[in-house]
């Protein structure tokens, strides 16, 4: 079987580019890396004078035509689209020769309303693959896809960041880290609130009231940043948090390894003008795989794979008490954190493993041969 991946900018290092490096690893190990092919869209959304994103003509060109020049000179069994947004170009491989996609569904962008093109590319897909269950049925019953055939392949933690995890970096400035310390991960961008940030700020006011020597670290950058900051400094702890900002991958392995607790309170609202939540949450895993107890949310994606005082503690993301309790529980009682921790590694490692994807992979495309490519 050949397989032509369709993908959107590989440039950045973000969940769908670390979900699609996986992915085409995955078919190359499966079907040989002489049967697997990538296009991707060939450069980034640049910003347009309304303040959105979008693509230049030119370049959706550029890929489109890439795209045919694939298919006509290599002769794909199938094509997966990483992606919602290049499934239009996997539309017109199928009407021109025939050849069945696949669409990979990875949260807000197919689980509110959605432009004609890309609407009809969704439905015409032979088959959905998504990244939890969370996400496929809230896309299923928003644009009534019932009976469609679909698949579940969750990420891999293993791939999400190539790098040696034995080289150290130095993030302490040369000190030890000696204090009982929370993690989170996320973009810091206006457009993305519902991570939670703000919710953190205010639950660590409490939990600095109980435990006066505990830091909270974060990492990420983005357009909201110094808001943040000053809301630290507004509540008075911008002595106990540390905004770390983009950091090296060898650098994120070494926050994860040496905090405590991670934590990424994260709301879910599938509101169809404008969605907002985690259709998985791979850094979750990043951090169970270090062997770190995870404080998310009851409610989305990440509870699928959080069991609840297990791996960690699930919490409403709308109350900063809850979490500022979850958080003052972890870090006062460390040796019942630490078997929450190995219970996460563990589980992390077993079901989320790149054997593991490789396996579930391996599942889906034999239903889809069995099927005549549905």
């Not at 008075?236 to 905090?259: E, H, P, R």
């Not at 900063?320 to 992390?348: C, F, N, T, Y």
């Amino acid at each position: 079987m050949r397989v032509l991946v369709l993908a959107p900018p590989m440039g950045a290092a973000g969940g769908i580019q670390q979900y699609t490096t996986t992915l085409v690893a995955a078919l190359a190990k499966i079907l040989g890396e002489e049967n697997v092919r990538l296009v991707a869209v060939p450069s980034q959304a640049e910003a347009r004078a309304d303040g959105s994103f979008g693509l230049r003509k030119s370049v959706k060109l550029l890929f489109l035509t890439r795209v045919l020049w694939g298919a006509i000179q290599w002769q794909p069994d199938l094509v997966i689209c990483t992606h919602l947004g290049v499934a239009p170009a996997a539309l017109k491989v199928k009407s021109l020769f025939k050849k069945p996609y696949w669409v990979v569904l990875h949260g807000i962008e197919v689980w509110g309303n959605l432009p004609p093109t890309k609407l009809r590319a969704l439905r015409e897909a032979q088959r959905l693959i998504a990244n939890s269950r969370f996400t496929l049925d809230a896309t299923i019953a928003r644009h009534k896809l019932a009976g469609r055939d679909c698949s579940i392949l969750p990420p891999s933690f293993e791939l999400a960041h190539i790098v040696d995890r034995t080289q150290q970096v130095d993030i302490y400035g040369g000190a030890e880290n000696s204090h009982p310390t929370v993690l989170t991960v996320g973009r810091l961008a206006a457009s993305e609130r519902y991570k939670g940030h703000d919710v953190m700020l205010e639950a660590w006011v409490l939990v600095r009231q109980k435990i006066p020597d505990a830091e909270y670290v974060i990492v990420g950058d983005g357009d909201d940043r110094s808001r943040l900051e000053a809301h630290a400094q507004e509540l008075g702890i911008s002595d106990s948090v540390k905004f770390a900002g983009a950091v090296s991958g060898a650098a994120l392995q070494n926050y994860y390894q040496t905090c405590s607790v991670f934590a990424l309170p994260a709301r879910t609202d599938l509101d169809p003008g404008v969605p907002r939540g985690e259709g998985f949450g791979i850094v979750f895993l990043e951090a169970m795989s270090h062997g770190k107890p995870v404080v998310g949310p009851k409610m989305g994606a990440p509870a699928e794979f959080i069991h609840d005082r297990q791996h960690g503690m699930l919490v409403d993301p709308n109350k900063p008490q809850e979490v500022s309790a979850a958080l003052i529980e972890l870090l006062e009682h460390p040796e019942r954190a630490e078997e929450m921790g190995s219970a996460a590694k563990d589980w992390a490692r077993q079901e989320f493993s790149f054997e593991k994807f490789c396996e579930r992979l391996q599942g889906i495309l034999a239903m889809g041969a069995s099927s005549g490519g549905r």
